[in-house]
T-cell receptor
């Protein structure tokens, strides 16, 4: 079974703080993704990575950065948290991202509240 | 127009009922489609993949109509444990998943 883990299930931070969300997958997947999910908006892609040290912007990258120093780990960074970044953050991974038959496996999510 | 449109529901059905959800997508180049299930406050989990005209897995049947750009999910003999949100997810031509907002299903005793 694919296992994707996220460092925290719940986080409370203050406006302006730097926030790190960590994601680890244990299946040697090439691709990793960060999404946020808000009511009525579905999952929106923030950033993804198809290889170590590689990153690509998703649909809503503003206010976020990412780091992938090792294949199994993908970090999402909020440089200066703002209240509109309060959301559920979901990490996902997939084998290679080069097949139409390939799907993504999700971590349990991190609920972030920015006060 | 949204890339993926789903009726948010909720669909409230009794145990044993048959229920169907529809989903329309705007990108005619989409090759693959997925239905994910998401329980309250949990992560999405893959339910079914659809690559050709349809797929069946036990009580669940997915059908794809490329000409009309819609996908349906049929659940037969609903169980209480089927209560969840069902996400329609086409894959675009660059292998990215495009998530719908989901349809909520409530199965009552």
């Amino acid at each position: 079974d694919v296992k994707v883990t996220q460092s925290s299930r719940y986080l409370v931070k203050r406006t302006g703080e730097k926030v790190f969300l960590e994601c680890v997958q244990d299946m040697d997947h090439e691709n990793m993704f960060w999404y946020r999910q808000d009511p009525g908006l579905g999952l929106r892609l923030i950033y993804f990575s198809y290889d170590v040290k590689m990153k690509e912007k998703g649909d809503i990258p503003e206010g976020y950065s990412v780091s992938r120093e090792k294949k199994e780990r993908f970090s999402l960074i909020l440089e200066s948290a703002s209240t509109n970044q309060t959301s559920m953050y979901l990490c996902a991974s997939s084998v290679s991202g080069s097949s139409y038959q390939e799907t993504q496996y999700f971590g349990p999510g991190t609920r972030l509240l920015v006060l | 127009r949204k890339e993926v449109e789903q009726d948010p529901g909720p669909f409230n059905v009794p145990e044993g009922a048959t229920v169907a959800f529809n989903c329309t997508y705007s990108n005619s180049a989409s090759q693959s489609f997925f239905w994910y299930r998401q329980d309250c406050r949990k992560e999405p989990k893959l339910l079914m993949s659809v690559y050709s005209s349809g797929n069946e897995d036990g009580r669940f049947t997915a059908q794809l109509n490329r000409a009309s750009q819609y996908i349906s999910l049929l659940i037969r003999d609903s169980k209480l444990s089927d209560s969840a949100t069902y996400l329609c997810v086409p894959m675009d031509s660059s292998y990215k998943l495009i998530f719908g907002s989901g349809t909520r299903l409530l199965v009552r005793p």
